[in-house]
């Protein structure tokens, strides 16, 4: 997954490179955290793993390396790829291609979060870390963009359901940018509750979509949940508010089997927009997956989407993974529990609720709680 690297091999002007995973790496080892962990061997997504949720062309699009491609589909590919400024070659100026190495990394990082998925669902692993790139929440059936190619998580949760036929998996999106191919995926499947905590600004943020109105169609409908920022600075407050206001009551409701998490950490402090704009604490994400952990007997499993500010990234990951091995995670800041959310976070955390409390009538004892900051939310007894 380090090989997929732009043919201009500039990281600066592509934030999505390897650098990402190596610093994370190092500094998993630097905390020691490798050694309470159990490595699981990565193998590659097989083609009719992907097309669970990618078409066939898609997949022999970009599944295949060259010489494996037909000729035609040759024509057709070359028309998929452009020049980019730098120099190099990509689906759009963001989405880069390298054609010895992009193939085996997409298909390695969904090969990796199915794996893992697959061992936490059988009771084999407690929970799990799938450190990867490229990211995979944007990759939509036959379309590749915002860095990605094949919906890892997307993949791997279709995987648990037709495999191992579970009835209830909850996937929890934190990356800054709302996963609009996993809602797509889902958006008519009881069987996944999709909830994603994005910056929305009306749909003038990358990707577009995430509209607190979008609630699922069919037997769906109720079980996607989209909470959508706008641009004014989030912070831990109002991440925390979601969480005991929405996210969780919803999903200790759905009482899920096995909870699958899009980890972006682009929401973290130090990223600009347009790849982020907020500013939550690296602790922050372990508290949020610790809160996680009291769901599906503790299985939790996180995959990397985005996040690239390389330190913040770094300690965001190592705060998450000392929650999932159960060590004592930093708390949050005495500011940031005392702190009410901002008025525009209590405006979006009303609306979300009058909108999805039609599906989910246990949110309305949570209304009045919104405006509270945590401390203020615990003390009144609703943690
Ligand atoms: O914001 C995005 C994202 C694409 C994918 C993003 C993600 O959600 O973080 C994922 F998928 F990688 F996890 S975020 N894009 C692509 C990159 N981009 C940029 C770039 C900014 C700097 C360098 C290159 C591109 C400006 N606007 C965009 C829109
Ligand atoms: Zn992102």
């Known amino acids: 997954m380090l090989n997929h690297i732009c043919k201009c091999q500039n990281n600066s002007i592509h934030p999505e490179n390897p650098d990402r995973l190596k610093i994370i790496w190092t500094k998993f080892n630097d905390e020691n955290l490798i050694n309470k962990c159990q490595l699981v061997k990565s193998r590659r997504a097989m083609r009719e793993e992907l097309q669970t949720c990618h078409s ?25 790829f452009c020049r980019l400024p730098c120099g190099g070659v990509g689906v759009d100026n963001d989405t880069i291609w390298n054609d010895q190495h992009t193939v085996n990394a997409a298909r390695i ?6 794996e893992l998925s697959y061992k936490v669902a059988i009771g084999e692993l407690k929970n ?26 997307g993949v791997a949760t279709k995987l648990l359901l037709d495999k191992l036929n579970m009835k209830r998996i909850l996937i929890v999106d934190w990356d800054v940018h709302h996963g609009n191919s996993t809602q797509q995926i889902f958006y008519a499947d009881p069987r996944v509750l999709y909830i994603s905590l994005h910056r929305y600004d009306n749909g003038n943020f990358f990707p577009g979509t995430g509209d607190a109105n979008e609630c699922g169609i069919d037997k ?56 982020g704009g907020y500013s939550l604490s ?28 390389l330190l913040p990234l770094a300690e965001s990951c190592v705060s998450c993974l000392k929650a999932l091995v159960g ?8 500011e940031e529990l ?8 209590i405006k979006v955390l009303d609306m979300t609720i009058n909108i999805q409390g039609v599906y989910w009538p246990c949110l309305a004892e949570f209304k009045e709680s919104i405006s509270k900051s945590q401390i203020e939310a615990e003390q009144g007894g609703i943690n």
């Open 56 to 80: 066939k062309a898609y997949v022999d699009m970009y599944a295949s390396s060259q010489h494996a491609r037909e000729p035609l589909l040759y024509e057709t590919f070359e028309q998929r």
């Open 109 to 114: 990082a969904a090969g990796c979060v199915i």
């Open 128 to 153: 799990g870390f799938a450190l990867v790139r490229p990211p995979g929440h944007h990759a939509e059936d036959t379309q590749a963009m915002g860095f990605c190619y094949f919906n890892s998580v």
């Open 220 to 275: 769906g409908c109720g079980f996607n949940i989209n909470i959508g920022w706008f641009e004014i600075p989030m912070s831990d407050a109002e991440y925390l508010a979601a969480f005991r206001c929405i996210v969780m009551p919803i999903a200790r409701q759905f009482n899920p089997e096995l909870v699958m998490v899009s980890a972006g950490f682009d929401a973290a402090a130090g990223h600009a927009t347009p790849l």
């Open 282 to 309: 690296p602790q922050c994400f372990g508290h949020m997956t610790q809160q996680l952990m009291s769901l599906a007997n503790g299985k939790v499993v996180l995959a990397l989407e985005g996040g690239y500010e």
């Open 327 to 334: 060590m004592p995670l930093k708390p949050i800041s005495p």
């Open 338 to 345: 005392c702190r009410p959310p901002c008025q525009q976070a």
